[in-house]
């Protein structure tokens, strides 16, 4: 007997592989829910379980090569929601339209803060893609209402107290007052 085969034949061997085999099969079972899975592996002739982790494994390598890193988080944050969002629209229930519009509202505020940090946050944090893109996947996916988590404790906090702080500035009598002199300045013009 081969080195090969009494390693296949070990007990811990066997076990892993029983337990490699039973995820698949978990797997297959999740993915048979959507039909466009389907439709493509009676195409290919490849199990859509294999297509799903060959996906996830290239868009791993896509995060290594740091220029391919950022459009393939961007894609990823996009893609799938976007057309979550059109099916949400177009569903009579409402609890998936509150999902979807607080991920897009998460999605943008991370953008706009983005576009002022970027540089210092990939000179300190490298895998910055690879972590974004792992949180774009948690505030996706509805097992983990993760948008919803972030826009209650993050967001919602945040502008709240920036509307109370300029109501409070704000008072009527002084937006008054400034509308009359507006008013005066206009029409002695």
Wanted: hydrophobic residues 45%; proline residues 6%; positive net charge.
């Amino acid at each position: 007997m081969s080195v090969a085969q009494n390693m296949q034949q070990h007990p811990v061997f066997v076990q892993a592989q029983n337990k490699v085999k039973y995820h698949l099969n978990q797997l297959d079972k999740e993915l048979t829910k959507y039909p466009a899975l389907t439709s493509i592996e009676t195409r290919t002739q490849i199990p859509k379980t294999y297509l799903v982790l060959a996906t996830l494994v290239l868009l791993a390598i896509f995060h290594l090569i740091t220029p391919v890193a950022a459009p393939v988080s961007y894609v990823m944050g996009f893609a799938l929601p976007a057309y979550l969002s059109l099916k949400a629209l177009e569903s009579p229930g409402h609890p998936d339209d509150v999902q979807w519009i607080t991920y897009w509202v998460v999605f943008a505020s991370l953008g706009f803060v983005e576009t002022f940090a970027m540089g210092v946050v990939l000179y300190y944090l490298p895998w910055y893609f690879v972590i974004k893109t792992v949180f774009l996947l948690w505030l996706q996916l509805p097992a983990f209402r993760g948008g919803y988590v972030t826009y209650n404790r993050v967001i919602k906090p945040l502008l709240l107290n920036s509307c109370a702080s300029s109501r409070a500035a704000a008072t009527p009598d002084t937006l008054t007052d400034n509308l009359r002199d507006r008013v005066n300045t206009a029409t002695t013009e």
